[in-house]
């Protein structure tokens, strides 16, 4: 369960719209994606959790407030 406000909750989705491009920084998980891995945002739960379609072809969702990506501009 996410700790995540209503606030955090929609900066997190003004900051990654759907769409955006974003590279993959770390993920707490043996099947993440290498660092470094490009992917697009489909959607963002009410947790938190940043759901990206990875280059690699994985869907490995992003955990807010443990895993980190980058948004590419």
């Not at 955006?20 to 290498?34: E, G, R, T, Y």
């Not at 959790?49 to 869907?59: E, L």
Request: hydrophobic residues 35%; charged residues 25%; glycine residues 10%.
């Amino acid at each position: 369960m996410s700790n995540i406000t209503k606030n955090q909750l929609e900066n997190l989705r003004k900051q990654y719209p759907i769409g955006c491009v974003v590279k993959l920084i770390s993920m707490d998980d043996s099947f993440a994606p290498k660092r470094g891995t490009l992917g697009k945002v489909f959607y963002i739960d009410d947790t938190g959790t940043i759901h990206v379609n990875w280059d690699n072809g994985s869907t490995l969702g992003i955990l807010f407030g443990v895993d980190k990506i980058e948004r590419i501009e």
